[in-house]
């Protein structure tokens, strides 16, 4: 009987034991660099915690210095991917055989999804609201920046320089300063956005640049 007794109280105390659990599933890096954006791009880098990124990832400090380096290192690779997911999209216009003001009303409509979006609110875009306030003393930063508008200008000047090869443009039309202007046009539009400016108020500057710009085949004289 006692026998028994022993046998019953294993069980009981087997049943009560707490089970023990399998390895932890692998984190995902993209989910985790994805995340960690969301919260530079809405906060910046200086306001913007570790407690605040290991949350958002789901990772604790060690593990994301272990992924991604330290915080200057993470807000780096995140920049990089806030940049392949703009290059994506703006490209996939930009491939496309559209006339000249069709293939900016689209550029500049993505333009406008990207900055207004935000749980907490538009937040503009993340290199004119964040990366610019460390481009001051990072060099490295810097000249992502510079190469983030340089690259956006390039871009503009070849959809422009098209353009004019099927006439749309005038041969006389100057084409980087054309191009200059559209770029200018997204930074503007993308303050105005972070200052919760209306999509419709947005929308009439983004149709003066576009008639600016198409309107130059009107201005020859």
Same mark, same amino acid.
């Not at 306001?47 to 992924?67: E, K, V």
């Given at each position: =009987?006692?026998?028994?007794?022993?046998? *019953?109280?294993?069980?009981?105390?087997?049943?009560?034991?707490?089970?023990? %659990?399998?390895?932890?599933?692998?984190?995902?890096?993209?989910?985790?660099?994805?995340?960690?954006?969301?919260?530079?791009?809405?906060?910046?880098?200086?306001?913007?915690?570790?407690?605040?990124?290991?949350?958002?990832?789901? =990772?604790?400090?060690?593990?994301?210095?272990?992924?991604?380096?330290?915080?200057?290192? #993470?807000?780096?690779?995140?920049?990089?991917?806030?940049?392949?997911?703009?290059?994506? %999209? =703006?490209?996939?216009?930009?491939?496309?055989?559209?006339?000249?003001?069709?293939?900016?009303?689209?550029?500049?409509?993505?333009?406008?999804?990207?900055?207004?979006?935000?749980?907490?609110?538009?937040?503009?875009?993340?290199? !004119? =609201?964040?990366?610019?306030?460390? *481009?001051?003393?990072?060099?490295?930063?810097?000249?992502?920046?510079?190469?983030?508008?340089?690259?956006?200008?390039?871009?503009?000047?070849?959809?422009?320089?098209? *353009?004019?090869?099927?006439?749309?443009?005038?041969?006389?039309?100057?084409?980087?300063? #054309?191009?200059?202007?559209?770029?200018?046009?997204?930074?503007?539009?993308?303050?105005?956005?972070?200052?919760?400016?209306?999509?419709?108020? #947005?929308?009439?500057? !983004?149709?003066? *640049?576009?008639?600016?710009?198409?309107?130059?085949?009107?201005?020859?004289?």
């Amino acid at each position: =009987m006692r026998a028994k007794g022993n046998k *019953a109280g294993s069980k009981l105390e087997a049943a009560a034991a707490p089970k023990k %659990r399998g390895r932890p599933r692998a984190y995902d890096p993209d989910q985790a660099l994805a995340r960690a954006l969301d919260v530079f791009w809405q906060e910046g880098f200086a306001a913007t915690s570790l407690d605040q990124l290991s949350a958002a990832t789901g =990772m604790n400090r060690p593990s994301l210095y272990g992924a991604f380096g330290d915080k200057r290192d #993470l807000y780096i690779k995140a920049y990089n991917q806030y940049r392949l997911q703009a290059r994506e %999209r =703006m490209g996939d216009v930009l491939a496309r055989d559209l006339p000249l003001r069709q293939l900016l009303q689209r550029l500049y409509g993505i333009a406008l999804d990207m900055y207004l979006s935000g749980k907490d609110g538009p937040r503009g875009c993340f290199s !004119v =609201m964040t990366a610019t306030s460390e *481009a001051i003393s990072d060099p490295e930063i810097r000249d992502l920046v510079v190469n983030s508008i340089a690259e956006m200008d390039k871009a503009f000047a070849r959809t422009l320089k098209a *353009a004019q090869q099927r006439g749309e443009l005038p041969a006389s039309a100057n084409i980087e300063a #054309l191009a200059q202007h559209a770029t200018a046009t997204i930074h503007t539009i993308a303050v105005r956005a972070r200052a919760k400016v209306s999509r419709k108020e #947005l929308e009439v500057i !983004v149709a003066g *640049a576009i008639e600016l710009i198409c309107g130059a085949a009107n201005n020859e004289s």
